[in-house]
Structure formats: C-alpha cells, structure tokens
C-alpha cells in the first residue's frame, strides 16, 4: 500500500488529501479530497489506477469539496459517518453512511479501513486508520485538534474522542492530519503525544477549559 498527500490550496485554506494505492488492485482511494480537481485526475492518471471509494472525515467544505464532482465522475461511493449525514443534512452522490456501531469497511478484496467516531469538531467526525496510517481529518493535528465552536461541536466529545485515540492508537502508526501547521505530516502518534498539549491534559473540565479560550488554535496553514 502507498500514501500520498496531495496538498490543495484554495484562497487561505491548504489541505492535504490522502491518495491511498493498493498495488495488488491497481485501485486507489481518496480522502476528504477538495479544491483542485484537475490535480486529483492528473495523479490516478499518472499512477494508472482507478479510483474506488472516497472517504470523508466531516462535512466542512474543505474536506469535502469534490467529493460529489469526483464521485460522479469515477462512479465509485462516498462514505461518511451517518450521524454526520443525519446532523448536517449532507448529501452527494453514491452516499454510504457508516453507522456508530460500523468499525470495518471493506473496499473491494484487499482493502480493510477502521473507523474510529470520533465526534467533537463536528458531531459525526471520524478518523481512518489503513493498516499502520491513521488519517485524522480536523480531529487532531500534529500540534493541536479541531476547534469545537461551531455547530455540532463539543469539547467535551473532542477530550473523549482523543481519549480513545490514545487508548487504541498504536505509538507506531503515522499520522495523516487534514492540514500542516508547523512539523512535516506523518509523524508517528508517538511523536505527536510528545508535542500535542492536547493529548496531555487528562482532566476533562481542564481540556473543555483550554480548548474553549479565546484564540485558542488559531494557527496559519503550510
């Protein structure tokens, strides 16, 4: 299996977007893809394989973006967690919800995905974890996670949500965020917890605290 990031950028917001590749299928998936299309086509094109499914951690736009444009175009489904369809009202093409007792989805013969619910940036957030790759969404960031103030959010679902990442997380697995703020992508989740002050605050009312003071994680994109 191969991950690229593909960066995107569309005004102030970048985005990395996983292009997942199973060799043994020739086949691909795509995860939160937005903005630039033609860069999503040009890569399967080069790569010569076809895409499979999207994946999508959340509604927001920037993780979304292309996924109906792209679902449409390759005729594959879309998944994203039903709680999230159900709350946002969201909808594409060839839409698959995954439902909050769903842990596995099974991509053609040679692809398993767990799901991890991990509500908080948005009520139905998820993360990906591909055989040693954990693909976070806005759930958590190398340095941070998901602000919590809008609509559907909870600091108190973020804190329990990053609790059972760390619970279940294997301190090998690279990490795979939706956006770059200050190290590379693709730390190990080892790594992250040394830097990432959000994984060290075991006090939920002290997390909900700090999560929720003004300013907090307001970080420029790379």
């Known amino acids: 299996?191969?991950?690229?990031?593909?960066?995107?950028?569309?005004?102030?917001?970048?985005?990395?977007?996983?292009?997942?590749?199973?060799?043994?299928?020739n086949s691909?998936?795509?995860?939160?893809?937005?903005?630039?299309?033609?860069?999503?086509?040009?890569?399967?094109?080069?790569?010569?394989?076809?895409?499979?499914?999207?994946?999508l951690t959340h509604h927001h736009l920037d993780h979304s973006h292309l996924a109906?444009?792209?679902?449409?175009?390759?005729?594959?489904?879309?998944?994203?967690?039903?709680?999230e369809i159900?709350?946002?009202?969201?909808?594409?093409?060839r839409l698959q919800g995954i439902l909050p007792q769903q842990q596995i989805i099974t991509l053609g013969t040679h692809m398993t995905v767990l799901v991890h619910h991990t509500p908080g940036h948005t009520m139905g957030g998820v993360c990906y974890q591909i055989e040693d790759n954990l693909f976070t969404g806005d759930t958590l960031f190398n340095e941070g996670c998901g602000?919590?103030?809008?609509?559907?959010?909870?600091p108190g679902m973020m804190y329990e949500s990053l609790s059972h990442l760390k619970r279940v997380i294997d301190d090998s697995i690279k990490v795979y965020p939706g956006h770059q703020y200050h190290s590379e992508l693709g730390l190990t989740f080892a790594q992250v917890k040394q830097r990432n002050i959000y994984l060290n605050i075991d006090n939920k009312q002290d997390f909900i605290a700090f999560r929720m003071q003004k300013k907090s994680g307001v970080l420029k994109f790379r």
């Open 147 to 154: 602000f919590c103030h809008t609509r559907g959010g909870c």
């Open 86 to 93: 159900d709350y946002y009202d969201f909808d594409c093409y």
């Open 68 to 83: 109906n444009t792209l679902a449409k175009e390759y005729d594959v489904p879309v998944y994203m967690s039903q709680r």
């Open 28 to 55: 691909a998936i795509l995860i939160d893809p937005a903005w630039e299309q033609t860069s999503f086509k040009q890569r399967l094109d080069e790569l010569g394989v076809q895409l499979s499914a999207i994946l």
């Open 1 to 25: 299996m191969q991950v690229e990031l593909l960066k995107t950028k569309r005004f102030s917001f970048i985005n990395y977007c996983p292009l997942i590749v199973d060799q043994n299928s």
